[in-house]
Structure formats: C-alpha cells, structure tokens
C-alpha cells in the first residue's frame, strides 16, 4: 500500500500551455512554469506561498491560485 506524504501548496497557474502548470525555479533563482508538479517550488503552508514576494506580483492575476498538493509513494 502506498502511503500519501504531508500535504505541501503549489502556486497553480491555468491557461498556460498543458494547463495546469505550477511556478518552478532553477538553482540559481530563474523561475519558469512547469507542466510537471514534481519540479516545482514547494511550501509547507498556505500562509508562506501567500507571503512569497514573487506570487504576490502576480496574484491578482485569476489564472494564479495556490493549490494543496500530496505525493503519494
């Protein structure tokens, strides 16, 4: 049986390509938008993807939302 991990949020962009894709940066700060979950940036709360400086640039924009996500393995 597999057992799903700790819940985590994405920020979700729809409307974009093969929607949804989800905020991502390379290690040296560069951000894209991922069509793979796996790649991007995550948060342990809600609260702290609100308070990221660059979702707060966009956030007003209604194709960005913040979305709970779960691995499961």
Do not use: C
């Amino acid at each position: 049986m597999t057992e799903a991990k700790s819940p985590f949020w994405l920020i979700e962009r729809q409307n974009f390509g093969p929607s949804p894709v989800w905020y991502a940066e390379t290690e040296n700060g560069d951000h894209y938008w991922s069509s793979t979950a796996a790649e991007a940036l995550p948060f342990t709360s809600r609260k702290e993807a609100e308070e990221f400086g660059p979702y707060q640039m966009i956030a007003t924009d209604p194709d960005i939302s913040i979305a709970e996500h779960q691995f499961v393995g």
